[in-house]
């Protein structure tokens, strides 16, 4: 089993020296994962189709960080497209620019949100924006949709207009705009009734009332969680009444969000708000990087990727390779280099990030590379005298005895440190000046300790 | 004589081949000879593959399903539709053991149903329509309104009461939903319900803290009647993709579901995720919503829906 497991730590230290630019073989091999992640996310298909073949032409040929594997990177590039196609670092906010009153229109599939986020909206440009803001429900078919919105405008202090008895949604949206013009409102928020894109009659009518009102903003209300039907259902109202920008709802859920993609790259019109959560105050301004990572799913690749990066200082990771080198590696610094692989965290999820964890993730388990193995490892060290960890050798039974005693651990926990620490030195001579540095930079410390003994 | 078998088997299943309909040939052509049938090309299984991703299979069941059918081999001039049909009658298959209505026992005094799912799905919709099929069958209904946190939920199910001619328990904004179906339990056993339809919040199952409350419920349910909730239905929104699968895991870990309503498929999402519902979980879906009407709530009917997901014309 250690045979195997230092194979394959070889074979990957190999790997990463080798490589230097992402080849087209790379991308095949991932582009199929790439794309299966994002299906599960429920990207439309159209989408997840056209978007590997940009990734493709576009990853190839490019310089893979030293860090990192091919695999790791061109998840990476993914991730940076996501980021961009979801509309990169641009912010959001509504249009105000219109004669008062501006009018804003919420509109989707039935029960995904609308008159939630109305009511959002309304306490976020009053509380935000300083203005006085109309709500009115055109929805004369959800038995007490009409009450929600009222209730809603209650709790938030928001004013939301009467409601008549019989009256048709286009004539709602004319009484609104009429008493938000005549009272002075800055803003009315009109809040329609659910209706599926494949429903002429009710597109029809919200066609209309567009038509009518010509709002300022058009935004359709969309469950986050929404399947494939994403893309239909965007560029039907798109087509129909020319959406200003979307708003993804139930965020606060565990769904990957797929949808959202679908949406951006078949209407190419904004998100602007993520709904998360039931009260009014949840909501929030888009954020790419926040949806991309969870619809890539993938973001904890990308994260590790990046803070290994930055916690491993390359100085002190060269200037333990140096030492390394020259024979000179004591337990002392063998203790900092776990120092710095307990801060970088979540050490399983760095293990997930060597390139081929699968494989080698049980064994290195087994092998007590875990939180609990490095804190009783840093024990052990720390219950040695200096003069013992600038010389091992000194380390006779009954000083491994008093070691084990007082670090909480077992004589055979000393033994096994020991045989690392030698092993490391070992693994120095016998693999030069190749094949080191890479794991050095992936894990910030020497191979070794990734390698337990194999001889005795 | 072995050639002489062989020209029997041959001459056997060709006189069989023209005797049977078009959909039976494939079971011949799985074991007949080799030469004169061939397998699909990629293109062909790619587009089947899509068509049942667009559907919302999932990925794995999707290429599960292509596979299969991948293994198969055909007559040359099959047709295009013919495979959707194979592959339709495949899927149907594996749906036709979870289409189930509800069972009613006449026994249960009332028979109690909790219903529960993620916000919007549809539940306080689903609860009118079953209310109102079972008044015109001359059950007695009462239902509890016990999402007492979404803005004008009471108003909206008292709505619901008054169109299917149920009686409704109802109580404050805000009041303990556990506490109010206590009530209405001690209620209805007094005064001979056949059927209490419990209506509840909706709520994202990664809630911990709402999933709690909704378990809370069951064990007051359970304090009066040990052997209710009678059935525990989660109300899933056909336009929902893959979240599906982890909504009924963890709503069927908190409560126990014992049975599904899909909602929605009057749109033109498929809904097909519920073919990976019935391989993983086999549960029942008792029903599926249409529309928003009091009428629009159908039995689950398998083939239908296999036809709709493959776009195959129904009677194709
Ligand atoms: N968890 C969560 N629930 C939401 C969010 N937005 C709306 N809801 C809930 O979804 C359900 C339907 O919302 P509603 O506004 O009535 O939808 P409408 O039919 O589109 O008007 C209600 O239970 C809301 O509380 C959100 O961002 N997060
Ligand atoms: N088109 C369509 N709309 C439905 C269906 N079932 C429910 N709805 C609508 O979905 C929205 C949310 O339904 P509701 O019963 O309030 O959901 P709940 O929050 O789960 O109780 C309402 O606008 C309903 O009219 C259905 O089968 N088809
Ligand atoms: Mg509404
Ligand atoms: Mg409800």
Known sequence: MFQSLSSALEAISEKLEKRSAIKKADVDHEIEKIKTALLDADVAIQVVDSFAEKIKAGSIGQEVLRSVTPGQMIIKVVYDQLVELLGGEEKHELNFNAAPPVSIVLAGLQGSGKTTTAAKLANRITQLHKKKVLMASLDVYRPAAQQQLQQLGKKIDVNVLDPIFGEKPTAISSRAIKAGRIEGYDVVILDTAGRLHVDETLMTELQDVCHYVNPTETLLVVDSMTGQDAVNLASEFNDKIELSGIALTRVDGDARGGAALSMRAITGKPIKFLGVGESVGDLDTFDAKRVASSILGMGDIVGLVEKAETVVNQEEAEKTTKKLLKGQFTLDDMAKQLGQVKKMGNLEGLINMLPGAKKIKPKLLEANVNEQGIARQEAIIKSMTIAERRNPKILNGSRRRRIAKGSGTTVQDVNRLLKQYKQMLLMVKKAGKKGMKGLFDMTGMPPGELIPPRFN | ?316
């Not at chain 2, 068509?51 to 990925?59: P, R, S, T």
């Not at chain 2, 008292?158 to 506490?179: L, N």
């Not at chain 2, 999933?211 to 009678?230: G, S, T, Y």
């Open chain 2, 1 to 316: 004589m072995a050639v002489e078998e062989s020209y029997k088997k041959n001459n056997w299943f060709q006189q069989l081949k023209a005797g049977l309909d078009k959909s039976r040939t494939r079971v011949a052509g799985a074991i007949t000879d080799t030469f004169s049938k061939r397998k699909l090309d990629q293109g062909a299984l790619g587009e089947l593959e899509a068509i049942l991703i667009q559907g919302d299979l999932g990925v794995s069941m999707a290429s599960k399903l292509s596979n299969f059918i991948g293994s198969m081999r055909f007559d040359t001039e099959v047709s295009d539709v013919e495979i959707r049909r194979i592959l339709s009658e495949e899927i149907e298959s594996i749906l036709t053991p979870i289409a189930r209505p509800i069972q009613l026992k006449p026994a249960n005094c009332p028979h109690v149903i909790l219903v529960c799912g993620v916000n919007g799905s549809g539940k306080t919709t689903t609860i009118g329509k079953l209310a109102f099929k079972w008044r015109t069958e001359g059950k007695a209904v009462a239902l509890v309104a016990a999402d007492t946190f979404r803005a004008a939920a009471v108003d909206q199910l008292e709505i619901w009461a008054e169109r299917s001619g149920c009686s409704i328990i109802s109580g404050k904004p805000g009041a303990d939903p556990a506490g109010l179906v206590f009530n209405a339990l001690e209620k209805t056993h007094a005064d001979k319900t056949d059927i209490l339809i419990v209506d509840t919040a909706g709520r994202l199952q990664n809630r911990k803290d709402l999933m709690d409350e909704l378990e809370k419920i069951v064990r007051v349910i359970k304090k009066i009647n040990p052997d209710a909730p009678h059935d525990t239905i989660l109300v899933l929104d056909a336009t929902i993709g893959q979240n599906t699968i982890n909504q009924v895991e963890i709503f069927k870990e908190a409560v126990n579901i014992s049975g599904l309503v899909l909602t929605k498929l009057d749109g033109s999402a498929k809904g097909g995720v519920v073919v990976a519902l019935a391989e993983k979980f086999k549960l029942p879906v008792h029903a599926v919503g249409i529309g928003e009407g009091i009428e629009d709530l159908q039995p689950f009917h398998p083939r239908g829906f296999c036809q709709s997901l493959l776009g195959l014309d129904i009677g194709d």
